[in-house]
């Protein structure tokens, strides 16, 4: 570790390879959330069966994870302001640990929902404080670029569900008297391979505990909490001698006029941002897009596909959210938030309601399905699911941004575990037409809100944004 104390250790120049460490370990938290949300994708035919499930209560298993996200989301910016944000990290990499552990080796479903929400924990805390942590260190210039890295780890969180979930069956089905035929690893890994699925998120959780113990603190936050010195070390490694303390006076400026209480975002200027930030995590759940990534396969069986099949095109749509996020992470600090964002938005509203089309007219075939599907994961990926990580922490003040963050993720996960808990019997209800016509109805709505409302914010300095929003209040 530098001694902050010594005028000596402070760098004269700054290190992109320790910046890119801090977003690099950061953004193994997007890897475990992404794993965390999608692996259950693959568990839900044989949970059901196994426990004698209604649609209800197969609802409630698929939303229970982000019933716990709420309150994680709840806490976590609190948490965050007040403890630092690496240590509430660090907590969330144990919940996510101990989820996995728990999802792999119940005996009975009250157990599996007890370690589900407990996940939800730990994926409600890293969604607010990864991206935030992130924010909190990079340079405006790469800003997008960097937290966009939280949205690509999530991304490959999701393939990788996917893609071991679609092994694990495959191996189970063809090696139906593996480990001859007995034993704990033919009860995880063959006679229920559910249990497998869950009990793979243990080698991500524990290389993220590893991990964080290699970065350090928010500089923002060590400001704040009067660690002025550390503050401007950690700064100087990041960006060199001279720039940071540029940086340092801005923060202390900006921590100096600012009262560190929520009422700020109620007040004018201030509280278009939070509005800007509720409408963000609302709609961004309102597009399907995790309809589809924990219900993906019972959708593509809906289609004609076996349950092989449906998790082997699974893994082909995760292949195709990867590489549309590289593309949102190359360009989002060069063509910008906004753009991406609206015409985006206005793309998936297109190939949902091609896809609810499809439904009714009973042209729904694999092939036009998987199509559409996939044209529609593209725009996703390349708008909303890139750009939210990256606009949400950068819209509030310094001081409160943990507290800030956490209402609109909190609204994010509520609108999710609602949509995640409603789409079974919402889907066996009224048919998968309705479910394509309704999120894209929602889709356009959002897509005019986003027009109307965000501001760009590429290449702006954090202290920058919030002066944008008291220009707007004056």
Not at 299 to 312: N, P, S, T, Y
Not at 317 to 325: D, K, R, S, V
């Amino acid at each position: 570790m530098t001694d902050p104390d010594n005028p000596a250790a402070v760098p004269v120049t700054g290190s992109l390879l320790f910046l890119s460490l801090i977003c690099l370990v950061a953004s193994v938290g997007g890897l475990l959330f992404g794993f965390d949300t999608a692996v259950i994708s693959g568990t839900f035919g044989f949970v059901e069966t196994q426990f004698c499930l209604s649609k209800l209560m197969l609802g409630w298993f698929g939303s229970s994870a982000l019933a716990g996200c709420v309150l994680g989301a709840m806490v976590a910016g609190w948490l965050g302001d007040r403890f630092g944000r690496k240590p509430i990290l660090f907590v969330g990499a144990v919940f996510f640990l101990v989820c996995a552990l728990f999802s792999a080796i119940p005996q009975t479903f009250a157990i599996l929902i007890g370690a589900r929400l407990i996940g939800g924990l730990g994926v409600g805390m890293v969604s607010v404080l990864a991206p935030l942590y992130i924010s909190e260190f990079a340079p405006p210039g790469i800003r997008g670029r960097m937290v966009a890295l939280y949205q690509l780890s999530i991304v490959i969180g999701i393939l990788l569900a996917y893609f071991s979930n679609w092994l694990l069956l495959c191996f189970s089905q063809a090696h139906p008297l593996a480990f001859g035929g007995s034993g704990v690893l033919h009860w995880l890994l063959v006679e229920q391979v559910w249990r497998g699925m869950f009990g793979a998120g243990l080698i991500p959780s524990a290389m993220f505990i590893l991990l964080l113990l290699l970065v350090p603190e928010s500089p923002r936050w060590l400001v704040n909490a009067g660690r002025v010195r550390e503050a401007f070390v950690i700064l100087a490694r990041v960006n060199g001698r001279a720039i940071a303390q540029q940086e340092l006076a801005q923060i202390q400026a900006s921590v100096a006029q600012e009262e560190g209480s929520l009422r700020e975002l109620f007040r004018p200027g201030l509280r278009m941002a939070l509005i800007v930030g509720l409408g963000l995590s609302v709609f961004g759940q309102m597009t399907g897009v995790n309809s589809v990534i924990y219900y993906g396969p019972a959708i593509l069986e809906q289609a004609g596909l076996d349950v092989g099949g449906a998790m082997g095109y699974q893994v082909a749509l995760g292949f195709i959210n990867l590489i549309f996020t590289l593309l949102a992470v190359w360009k989002v600090d060069s063509w910008g938030r906004r753009p991406l964002l609206i015409w985006g938005m206005a793309a998936v509203t297109l190939s949902l309601a091609t896809a609810g089309l499809l439904f009714a007219a009973k042209l729904a075939s694999a092939g036009w399905i998987v199509l559409v599907l996939g044209v529609y994961m593209a725009c996703i990926a390349l708008s909303i699911c890139a750009v939210i990580w990256v606009l949400t922490p950068e819209i509030f003040p310094n001081r409160i941004r943990g507290r800030a963050v956490s209402i609109a993720v909190f609204a994010n996960w509520s609108v999710n575990a609602a949509t995640a808990f409603l789409f079974p019997w919402f889907a066996a209800r009224f048919g998968m037409p309705a479910v394509f016509l309704t999120f894209a109805g929602l889709c356009g709505v959002a897509t005019l809100f986003f027009w109307r409302w965000v501001p760009e914010t590429k290449g702006r300095s954090l202290e920058d944004i919030e002066a944008y929003w008291h220009a707007r209040r004056r």
